[in-house]
T-cell receptor
Framework: SQQGEEDPQALSIQEGENATMNCSYK?????LQWYRQNSGRGLVHLIL?????REKHSGRLRVTLDTSKKSSSLLITASRAADTASYFC???????????FGKGTTLSVSS | EAQVTQNPRYLITVTGKKLTVTCSQN?????MSWYRQDPGLGLRQIYY???????DKGDVPEGYKVSRKEKRNFPLILESPSPNQTSLYFC???????????????FGNGTRLTVT
């Protein structure tokens, strides 16, 4: 049961530019999380934002959440080649116990 | 170092030959889960466990079994693997499960399984 849908599916930028990825979901959530996956490796948790929060920062990452539009965005500022990875949003619904992942955005940062 | 350890990293097997993928975490996490990742389908949950001796089906449980006899271990068992189970498998754990999935997941590095 896919809940989150990331947009765009793929994004290519130059080092130093900002990268923005969006996530839309369908049902009421308790929280939304973003994860990064380097090629074929395990996912790494980046940030968790609760349904009563609107914005959260962690280093070069900024996440926003708009529960009225059922959407979230992840902004990576001043991108580096090492940011090249796939990024997934995952939602924890109020009714369920599982994190439901979207299909991800593949980010490519070239130097 | 806090981690989730999966073994093996790569596995090639033949149809029908029973196999087990092990998963162990050293963070005293209550919640553990198995996902499979397939191109175009994203991550899908196979089974999860809220605590010792408590397991439940995820979205795609058919053809898989799990057990949770100890808090740290959560093996995934394929009794009779088939080619459609060729996939990348991830074990994950979090401090707690429960309503709303409030805790971040810690993932293992994955097991790439090929069934011929």
């Amino acid at each position: 049961s896919q809940q989150g849908e990331e947009d765009p599916q793929a994004l290519s930028i130059q080092e130093g530019e900002n990268a923005t990825m969006n996530c839309s979901y369908k049902t009421s959530i308790n929280n939304l999380q973003w994860y990064r996956q380097n090629s074929g490796r395990g996912l790494v948790h980046l940030i968790l934002i609760r349904s009563n929060e609107r914005e959260k920062h962690s280093g070069r990452l900024r996440v926003t959440l708009d529960t009225s539009k059922k959407s979230s965005s992840l902004l990576i500022t001043a991108s580096r080649a090492a940011d090249t990875a796939s990024y997934f949003c995952a939602t924890g619904s109020q009714a369920g116990t599982a994190l439901i992942f979207g299909k991800g955005t593949t980010l490519s940062v070239s130097s | 170092e806090a981690q989730v350890t999966q073994n093996p990293r790569y596995l090639i097997t033949v149809t029908g030959k029973k196999l087990t993928v092990t998963c162990s975490q050293n963070m005293n996490h209550e919640y553990m889960s198995w996902y499979r990742q397939d191109p175009g389908l994203g991550l899908r949950q196979i089974y999860y466990s809220m605590n010792v001796e408590v397991t439940d089906k995820g979205d795609v449980p058919e053809g898989y079994k799990v057990s949770r006899k100890e808090k740290r271990n959560f093996p995934l068992i394929l009794e009779s693997p088939s080619p459609n189970q060729t996939s990348l498998y991830f074990c994950a754990s979090s401090l707690s499960g429960g309503q709303g999935a409030r805790s971040p997941l810690h993932f293992g590095n994955g097991t790439r399984l090929t069934v011929t």
